[in-house]
């Protein structure tokens, strides 16, 4: 399986790098896991909405430029579908064996996700009412996925 996290922004801060290559180290016997980054915009002080729109609108049109035509494609958004863990591994689960082989990870920036990426997504899930800054995302993205593989063979894993 090929998994790509495609995403707004760099990781500044060594301690989200560290563990995403942690996670990406444990996830290598299970699947390919790939980071794709496009640039942010800044986002002035008091930006308008149609400022915050048009930012998301740029960002949006970066994160489809990289989308791939054959892979499923799944935005991480508020109002997209909670899962528990298990519940996530066996959605994941159930992907791979209706013949998926390419799933593609969208997180959007400070602002979130345009609409043209929400409607370009076969599907949307929600880690949480809370929002979560979008480079930690990243690494709860990653950790999850970890766990589904490990929660699908039946391996130990803390709860």
Known sequence: MQIDILCVGKIKEKFFRDALEEYKKRLSR???????????????????????????????????????????????AIDGKSYTSEGFASALEKLAVSGVSHIQFVIGGSLGLSDTVLRRADQRISFSAMTFPHQLMRVILSEQIYRAYRIQRNEPYHK
């Open 30 to 76: 299970y699947c390919k896991l790939t980071e794709i980054e496009v640039p942010d915009e800044k986002t002035p002080d008091n930006a308008s909405e149609t400022e915050e729109r048009q930012i998301k609108e740029k960002e949006g049109d970066r994160l489809l430029s990289k989308m791939s035509d054959t892979a499923t494609v799944i935005a991480l």
